[in-house]
């Protein structure tokens, strides 16, 4: 069974970080390429960033481009994404997926962040 766990969300205040991660199990991590994708309150899914399968390709949203990182550990089987400079637009559930995204079905239950003073 394909199922991924994110975690490391959490409320931090404008200008600050946090560091996500995605444990990825029940399939071969190491063979497909991965990506974030958040949800803000009300709003729909929107992508954020992916990473290919050797982790030595990478693509941002122009929103987080220079403030966030993705990366990979294809010997735990985990996908992270660092997040610096944190802005008040950045709060939402952070998930994971295989990409494409959009064709991806087996959704975890996504990590929280809220970014507030």
């Known amino acids: 069974e394909v199922q991924v766990v994110e975690s490391g969300g959490g409320l931090v205040q404008p200008g600050g970080s946090l560091r996500l991660s995605c444990a990825a199990s029940?399939?071969?991590?190491?063979?497909?390429?991965m990506s974030w994708v958040r949800q803000a309150p009300g709003k729909g899914l929107e992508w954020v960033s992916d990473?290919?399968?050797?982790?030595?390709?990478?693509n941002y949203a122009d929103s987080v481009k220079g403030r966030f990182t993705i990366s990979r550990d294809n010997a735990k089987n985990t996908l992270y994404l660092q997040m610096n400079s944190l802005k008040p637009e950045d709060t939402a559930v952070y998930y994971c997926a295989r990409r494409p995204w959009k064709e991806y079905k087996s959704w975890g239950q996504g990590t929280s962040v809220t970014v507030s003073s």
């Open positions: 990473i290919n399968s050797i982790g030595s390709s990478t």
């Open positions: 029940g399939f071969t991590f190491s063979s497909y390429a």
